[in-house]
T-cell receptor, first 114, second 110 residues
Framework: NAGVTQTPKFQVLKTGQSMTLQCAQD?????MSWYRQDPGMGLRLIHY???????DQGEVPNGYNVSRSTTEDFPLRLLSAAPSQTSVYFC?????????????FGSGTRLTVV | GQQLNQSPQSMFIQEGEDVSMNCTSS?????WLWYKQDPGEGPVLLIA?????ELTSNGRLTAQFGITRKDSFLNISASIPSDVGIYFC??????????FGGGTRVLVKP
């Protein structure tokens, strides 16, 4: 089925380790974004991309890097994991923002940093 | 940054009851979106609103885009057990960035 696929679903890291959260969509959406979800705080935007080769920072970008080499993929990299990065991470995509269609979200990656 | 205040933070429902939740902001949004999140899943779009004053329904759900463009509400009529979950409002402003409310957790009355 078409949609947004995130891997892995669960991950435990030690402080200081690095890893990449994968996100892929097969809907030919130009706009992709990464959010983190923490209890009582809704979803906060980490980074986003309006198309291949273009990325920009969101509300909470520190400690994360992104790249967008293809339309389909938008990986999120944690450079040196910290306990404060323990969260649930969601990737989302949309064909064209502002048209009322809403974003399609992946099922999330639950990350624990110990 | 922009903030959305969503209330209530949680509520208990009894089957058949109507429930209501709302979001307010100090900033203007061009689009209001309402999402529902089930455990272990990502948010799923329920209703999208993109005109001030717009009232839109989707089955038992009704949502309105406030006339000031700074608020929105969501009503669920005749609630059923599968309505349990977390509901999020989200506002889309210029620059195409979504800002989410803190969520309303809907639970079943014991």
């Amino acid at each position: 089925n078409a949609g947004v696929t995130q891997t892995p679903k669960f991950q435990v890291l030690k402080t200081g380790q690095s890893m990449t959260l994968q996100c892929a969509q097969d809907m030919n959406h130009e706009y992709m974004s990464w959010y983190r979800q923490d209890p009582g705080m809704g979803l906060r935007l980490i980074h986003y991309s309006v198309g291949a080769g273009i990325t920009d920072q969101g509300e909470v970008p520190n400690g994360y890097n992104v790249s967008r080499s293809t339309t389909e993929d938008f990986p999120l990299r944690l450079l040196s994991a910290a306990p404060s990065q323990t969260s649930v991470y969601f990737c989302a995509s949309i064909r064209e923002p502002g048209q009322g269609y809403g974003y399609t979200f992946g099922s999330g990656t639950r990350l624990t940093v110990v | 940054g922009q903030q959305l205040n969503q209330s209530p933070q949680s509520m208990f429902i009894q089957e058949g009851e109507d429930v209501s939740m709302n979001c307010t902001s100090s900033s203007i949004f061009n689009t209001w979106l309402w999402y529902k999140q089930d455990p272990g899943e990502g948010p799923v779009l329920l209703i999208a609103l993109y005109k001030a004053g717009e009232l839109t329904s989707n089955g038992r759900l009704t949502a309105q885009f406030g006339i000031t463009r700074k608020d929105s509400f969501l009503n669920i009529s005749a609630s059923i057990p599968s309505d349990v979950g977390i509901y999020f409002c989200a506002g889309e402003a210029a620059g195409n960035k979504l800002t989410f409310g803190g969520g309303t957790r809907v639970l079943v009355k014991p």
